[in-house]
């Protein structure tokens, strides 16, 4: 194919929720134009997801060798060869993108390198050529956001992609913001070494998740000597001779070498010729409905550029959707709460469904129903020797809606969390499955036993 085919799908951005709707409308027979300025991945592979993962698992394995001889292993840790970790990230992000890169190419999607911009409701101009589609799907994605006066200048204040490149541990750091991109850098710098002070301005951790689950990162994160700041709103930062200070509104200041501003990330929409094309936005998001449709009919968009959880697979699923929809299939709207959401620090956070309080909103604080199982009755969180806990939401003799849990690992749980929310289980219904023994999933069986009314381990 070249510039003068009308494709079906004129795809603007290769992340997460562009590639994935390019391969799944491909694979249905569509004839599709991939549009990428940067890299096939986007930020998920190449500066989000993937990389911060891999800093993570360098962590937990330094930890692994400080904490060794509490296991009878004779281990030290030696400090961290940032140029090894970075060897280690980049081999991983580059065998994916190898795989990513193979994939499009083998499903006969024309890939354009470029910069591209929406000319027309049908059509995206990138390197002088225009490029027409019967539909244009928008996946520009998101960057990082700052805050007036704040400006991320890449030396000492930096975004989550120059912490991802840094040449070494620094001796402190400050992070700003206490949401999923702060406290996972917090947690992979804590376990490299660093001194970490994370400020956030709402009163807990994680603020997006149950309470429960913040008061336990709390706990942990004190334990492991990192430091942070609620309730406070961040007013100004300058540099000193040796690093960077932070003056909170109360008057509070800190010092460190580095600041990460890890406010959260905007869309990317900007200048690209979407308020031209007459598509709808809200500070800078585009709008669509449950199908991922824009007011403009043949305007789709998907992933970060719109306002749904900032997540890849959510990406993943909205492209999958808009492909599925546009070749003449009817998917389902997503039920954006039966996404799993993980954060990777240490501890894990893992959730899906509502939070206590959001149920109480729903059903009434009357028909809620609350169990927490400590992870303290788990073998195999205590030869893991990691605590936590499961917390289960429920409806007043009903289904499970909310399922939280804190704890090493407890990230890989969250499958089945979620086909207990998204099949509107009943604890009695969950507890009649046996898990296995010792693992840590069974922990989530002991939470249903007890929920159900037949505890065993508790
Ligand atoms: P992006 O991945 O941002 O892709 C947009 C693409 O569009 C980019 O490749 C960009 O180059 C391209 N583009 C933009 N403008 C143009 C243009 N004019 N022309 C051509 N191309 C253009 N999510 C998870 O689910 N799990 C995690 O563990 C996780 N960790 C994260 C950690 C960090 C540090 C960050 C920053 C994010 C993390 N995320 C995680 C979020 C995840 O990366 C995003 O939700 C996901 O990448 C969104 O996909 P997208 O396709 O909407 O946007």
Known sequence: NDASTVFDLVILGGGSGGYAAALRASQLGLDVALIEKNKLGGTCLHNGCIPTKALLHAGEIADAAREAGEFGVRAAFDGIDMAGVHKYKDGVISGLYKGLQGLVASRKITYVEGEGR???????????????????????????????????????????????????????????????????????????????????????????????????????????????????????????????????????????????????????????????????????????????????????????????????????????????????????????????????????????????????????????????????GNGKSKILKTAGEIKLVRIRDGAVVGVHMVGDRLGEQVGEAQLIYNWEALPAEVAQLIHAHPTQNEALGEAHLALAGKPLHT
Not at 176 to 205: D, H, K, N, Q, Y
Not at 222 to 241: P, V
Not at 277 to 291: I, S
Request: proline content about 5%.
């Open 118 to 376: 929406l000319s027309s409701p049908t059509s995206v101009d990138v390197n002088g050529r225009r490029y027409t589609g019967r539909h244009v799907v928008l996946a520009t994605g998101s960057a990082p956001r700052s805050l007036p006066g704040l400006t991320i200048d890449g030396d000492r204040i930096i975004s989550s992609d120059h912490a991802l490149v840094l040449d070494r541990v620094p001796k402190s750091a400050i992070v700003l913001g206490g949401g999923v991109i702060g406290v996972e850098f917090a947690s992979a710098w804590r376990s490299f070494g660093a001194e970490v002070t994370i400020v956030e301005g709402l009163p807990r951790l994680v603020p997006a998740e149950d309470e429960n689950s913040s008061k336990l990162l709390e706990r942990a994160f004190r334990k492991r000597g990192i430091a942070f700041s609620l309730g406070a709103f961040f007013q100004g930062a300058e540099y000193t001779d040796e690093g960077v200070r932070v003056t909170l509104a109360n008057g509070r200041t800190f010092e460190a070498e580095l600041l990460l501003v890890a406010i959260g990330r905007g869309p990317v929409s900007q200048g690209l010729g979407y308020e031209e094309a007459g598509v709808a936005m809200d500070r800078g998001f585009v709008l669509v409905d449950e199908y991922c449709r824009t007011n403009v009919p043949t305007v789709s968009a998907v992933g970060d550029l719109i306002p749904t959880l900032q997540l890849a697979h959510v990406g993943f699923a909205e492209g999958i959707l808009v492909a599925e929809r546009l070749a003449g299939l009817s998917p389902v709207p997503i039920d954006y709460d039966g996404v799993p959401r993980v954060t990777y620090c240490h501890p894990e956070v893992a959730s899906v469904g509502v939070t206590e309080a959001r149920a109480k909103e729903l059903y009434g604080a009357d028909q809620v129903v609350t169990l927490r199982y400590n992870l303290g």
